[in-house]
């Protein structure tokens, strides 16, 4: 549009990328194939607005009935109920500081644990079994607080 033709009226709607707008259409090349993306097995992810995906979602309730969950609400029940028996008098938010604080013990521990195994792999598929016996004894005689400070 001229410049100069801009008024009060037009001001609003006059369109002042379309020249813009129609260059970036044109540079963009017609043959180019679009490769199906799937969100997940048999939905393809085009048109994905107003889609429901929360069966894909394992936290969901429908992954839960269709045997895809996590388990996390089962998680959660099962530690609020030993936190009602062991202190019954506790709030919700002492419930869910203990829930946490369990939940990331658990979580190292087993981080720690997998981590031993596979050192104790490691070291029988390099020097043979005596060498990955020496190492697992060794995992067992150190204890948890002088592992962490003989890392350092």
């Not at 195994?117 to 990955?132: D, E, F, N």
Request: glycine share 4%; aromatic share 8%; with cysteine.
């Amino acid at each position: 549009m001229d410049p100069h033709h801009i008024t009060n009226e037009n001001l609003m709607s006059t369109d002042f990328a379309r020249t813009e707008r129609a260059k970036f259409l044109q540079s963009i090349a017609s043959s180019k194939r679009t490769k199906t993306v799937y969100l997940a097995p048999g939905i393809p992810a085009h048109g994905v607005w107003m889609t429901d995906v929360s069966a894909m979602d394992r936290r969901s309730v429908k992954a839960q009935l269709a045997g895809r969950g996590d388990y996390r609400v089962a998680w959660w029940e099962l530690n609020c109920l030993f936190h009602r028996l062991l202190k019954p008098h506790d709030s919700l938010e002492h419930a869910m500081y203990a829930f946490h604080a369990r939940h990331h013990a658990i979580t190292l521990a087993k981080l720690e644990l997998a981590n031993d195994l596979w050192c104790t792999v490691r070291t029988v598929r390099q020097h043979g079994p005596i060498a990955g016996l020496r190492c697992a004894i060794r995992q067992i005689q150190q204890s948890k607080g002088n592992r962490h400070e003989s890392q350092k």
